[in-house]
């Protein structure tokens, strides 16, 4: 079992680019969270989705968007990327006891 | 949002010697939970406190849950250069949210 998969794993975007970071899980969990990470922080919930088609704001979720696409598949979207977003991005599942299971995170640069 | 203190924010000592960290909440916590990250790596759980008062071990690390659930701390025996990384409490208010204290890095000098 992979567990819970990031994709991609390193990205430089310029100003005002969009993309979207993936994440997948094959450990049948309903709950999945985005988190940012910045130098020398802890890590900030920027969106969770507590089931399949549900999504909920967290603490940081100005300049995202975000899609429960099924059970496996939780992304996350920058439509307008700005520097202030540099950050390490982790994804995490969570169990029924509320442990949570981190993917190995997406470094994002933005100029 | 929910506040969390984490202290210290730094912690360097000499393999073989102790280390703690401490989590202070400024309200009553369901449970609490604790997580190491290596650097560079992503963050694993360590444990889950539940219990006011409770006490449970892993080996050379201890956790503890305050009596009024209000706080929580992490203390490793003997640290070993294997224990390098950085230490996170992550209390819980709300079973979908979850919020992290800033994390106790620790370097273990050989």
């Known amino acids: 079992n992979a567990g819970v998969t990031q994709t991609p794993k390193f990205q430089v975007l310029k100003t005002g680019q969009s993309m979207t970071l993936q994440c997948a899980q094959d450990m049948n969990h309903n709950s999945m969270y985005w988190y940012r990470q910045d130098p020398g922080m802890g890590l900030r919930l920027i969106y969770y989705s507590a089931s399949e088609g549900t999504t909920d704001k967290g603490e940081v979720p100005n300049g995202y968007n975000v899609s429960r696409l099924n059970k496996r598949e939780f992304s996350l979207r920058l439509e307008s990327a700005a520097p202030s977003q540099t950050s390490v991005y982790f994804c995490a599942t969570r169990t029924g006891m509320a442990t949570q299971y981190f993917g190995p995170g997406t470094r994002l640069l933005v100029l | 949002g929910q506040q969390v203190m984490q202290i210290p924010q730094y912690q360097h000592v000499q393999e073989g010697e102790d280390f703690t960290t401490y989590c202070n909440s400024s309200?009553?916590?369901?449970?609490i939970q604790w997580y190491k990250q290596r650097p560079g790596g992503h963050p694993v759980f360590l444990i889950q406190l539940v219990k006011s008062g409770e006490v449970k071990k892993q080996k050379r690390l201890t956790f503890q849950f305050g009596e009024a659930k209000k706080n929580s701390s992490l203390h490793i025996t003997a640290t070993q250069t294997t224990d390098v990384g950085t230490y996170f409490c992550?209390?819980?208010?709300?079973?979908?949210?979850?919020?992290f204290g800033s994390g106790t890095k620790l370097n273990v000098k050989p």
């Open positions: 992550a209390p819980i208010y709300n079973f979908n949210k979850f919020y």
């Open positions: 309200t009553t916590l369901s449970n």
